[in-house]
C-alpha cells in the first residue's frame, strides 16, 4: 500500500511551525560547516558502516529522512547508495535541489512518506527525529516499519541524555529534545527493530552534549 505523502497545509501546528523556523533560516543553517562529516572520523565511519550493511543486501532504495540541503544525501550517494532525500522544509529542499542537481529531493513529513511498503532497503535520519515530541516518536517509527522492507537498516543519530529521562533543550532552530539511548531503544524495539550497534561519543569542541547513533534493523512481521 502506499501512503499519500501529506501536504503540508495538512500538517500538525508543531510540524508547520518547525517547517516555517527552518525555512527562515534556510540559507544560513546550509552555509554552516557539517563538522560531523568533516572533521570526526567516527561520524564517517557509522554511515560507513551502514552504507555496508546496505551494499551487502538485496539493492533498494535508501532515504535520507530530515535532509536539510543534501550533505548526507550527498555523502550516501558517494558511499555507492542509491539514496534520495526528504525534508518538512521547502526552502531546504531548493537549496538541496540546488546544490545537488544529480540527487533526488522531496518535501514531506516522516511520519507519512508517500512510498508503498516495504519499498526501502533503509533509513538514514540524521538529527531528524530530534524535534519530534516524545509522544510523536511512535509514529514516526510505525511509518519507518511501514516502508522498510523485511531485514532493511535505520540509522539514527540523535542528542544523548545522560542518566536523565527525555529533556527539552533550546535549540537555535526549534525546540528539540534529548534521548536517553536505552529510551530510544526501547521505543524502536516495540515497533518491530531490532537493536544491532550503537554507538556514543562525548560532545566535540563547541557542542554541547553527548551524540548517539542507534543502528536498528527491521525484522519479518510475525
Known sequence: MTQRPRPLSGLSPHLRATSAAYDAVAVPYAALARDDLETIALDRAVLAAFAELMRGAEPRLVADLGCGPGPV????????????????????????????????????????????????????????????????????????GR???????????????????????????????????????????????????????PPAAGERFRRGRLLLRREPCR
Open 147 to 201: 516502508v522498510l522492507a523485511p531485514g532493511g537498516h535505520l540509522l539514527l543519530a540523535f542528542f544523548a541524555s545522560e542518566g536523565e529521562p527525555v529533556t527539552a533543550f533550546d535549540h537555535k532552530v526549534a525546540t528539540a529534545y534529548r534521548w536517553p539511548v536505552d529510551e530510544l531503544a526501547r521505543l524502536a524495539r516495540e515497533a518491530g527493530f531490532t537493536e544491532t550497534g550503537r554507538v556514543l561519543r
Open 73 to 144: 544525501t550527498a555523502h550516501l550517494r558517494d558511499l555507492g547508495l542509491d539514496v534520495f532525500g526528504v525534508d518538512l522544509s521547502p526552502a531546504k529542499i531548493s537549496l538541496a535541489r540546488e546544490r545537488y542537481p544529480g540527487l533526488r529531493f522531496e518535501t514531506g513529513s516522516m511520519d507519512a512518506l508517500g512510498l508503498a511498503d516495504g519499498e526501502l532497503g533503509g533509513i538514514v535520519c540524521w538529527y531528524s527525529v530530534i524535534h519530534a515530541p516524545p509522544a510523536g516518536l511512535p509514529s514516526c517509527f510505525a511509518e519507518f
